[in-house]
């Protein structure tokens, strides 16, 4: 069964009475049914057109979050083909938030990252539902390095609220994690191309991000907070989190603007979830025309194009 947002009431509605009456047509009452099923199609079509098209920033944040929406194993399973995964930071444990692998994306040898927040609630405690831990960002760095030394080009599914800020992540040390696995997306001297393809996290997803190319998808956000954290700190009120997304600028329009991202990846009416398929196979095109930028560039070349790109954000900035 389809999950709908609050926002997509008349949308549920409109869907279910086609379901009701699709259900008396299995049932055999079929008289003039037919015709009333394809009028109500149309205007849920319309009614999904017309809300799509006028997205807030809390409701994107919203379909951002949606809990059908592809995650990152969601990718890998259909664009990387002979895929191994690597586990474990060789310091302390695996975490499975982060989940890391080699593979083949359309014959070209490859190193994947991915936060992976699961499906349903099993794999959702199994994943911690995509917040990292200490060892999550130091195995990304192994990753990174195993890249690095063996020419691969690394691709970044970027897909979690943040870090995660246990007590028990804290005394193993989260923050300088993060600060490492930055500072290794920074020294690569291989392509790295990022995709947000739910939630951009603050240094949660930067530690991930801090790529050659970054591109969202249309209705994911980026942030250095969520926000509701935000309307905590500012108003001491998580309920005023529709006011702070509003004015924190972070969906994919915004940032493309302020060119802290590199493009949007457009998804089907509806968001990713309406039609899965389509949207990882678009995202695949995006990866395959960003890697043919890079063929020929040399390490230094591309190390010295991302330090360039990163020192320029923010310059000349137009709210």
Request: aromatic share 6%; charged share 25%.
């Amino acid at each position: 069964m389809r999950s709908y947002l609050d926002f997509e009431k008349p949308i549920a509605d409109l869907e279910g009475k086609v379901q009701e009456l699709k259900a008396l047509t299995q049932s055999g009452d079929v008289a003039a049914i037919g015709e009333d099923i394809a009028k109500l199609e149309a205007k849920a079509a319309q009614a999904l057109t017309d809300i799509y098209a006028r997205l807030t920033p809390w409701q994107k944040s919203q379909v951002a979050r949606h809990p059908d929406r592809p995650h990152a194993l969601s990718y890998i399973d259909t664009l990387i083909d002979e895929w191994t995964p690597l586990a474990g930071d060789r310091g302390f444990g695996e975490d499975a938030a982060i989940v890391s692998g080699l593979g083949r994306f359309r014959g070209r040898p490859v190193a994947v990252l991915g936060q992976e927040k699961g499906h349903d609630t099993q794999t959702r405690i199994k994943h911690n539902f995509g917040m990292a831990k200490p060892e999550g960002y130091r195995k990304a760095v192994r990753i990174m390095e195993l890249a690095d030394r063996f020419g691969l080009p690394l691709i970044t599914f970027v897909d979690t609220a943040g870090a995660y800020p246990g007590i028990e992540a804290e005394e193993h040390g989260q923050a300088e994690a993060i600060a490492r696995s930055t500072q290794a997306c920074l020294r690569l001297g291989v392509p790295m191309i990022s995709v947000i393809i739910g939630e951009g996290g603050s240094g949660g997803a930067i530690a991930i991000a801090t790529a050659d190319r970054v591109f969202m998808l249309e209705h994911s956000i980026y942030s250095v907070i969520s926000p509701e954290g935000a309307a905590s700190i500012l108003w001491k009120d998580s309920a005023k989190a529709m006011d702070a997304a509003m004015n924190m600028r972070i969906t994919a329009q915004d940032l493309v603007r302020f060119g802290v991202i590199d493009g949007v990846v457009a998804e089907p009416v509806g968001g990713a979830h309406r039609d899965p398929q389509a949207v990882i196979s678009a995202v695949g095109n995006v990866i395959a025309e960003t890697l043919i930028d890079f063929d020929g560039q040399s390490p230094d070349q591309i190390r010295r194009a991302r330090r360039v790109k990163y020192l320029a954000i923010g310059r000349d900035l137009k709210a």
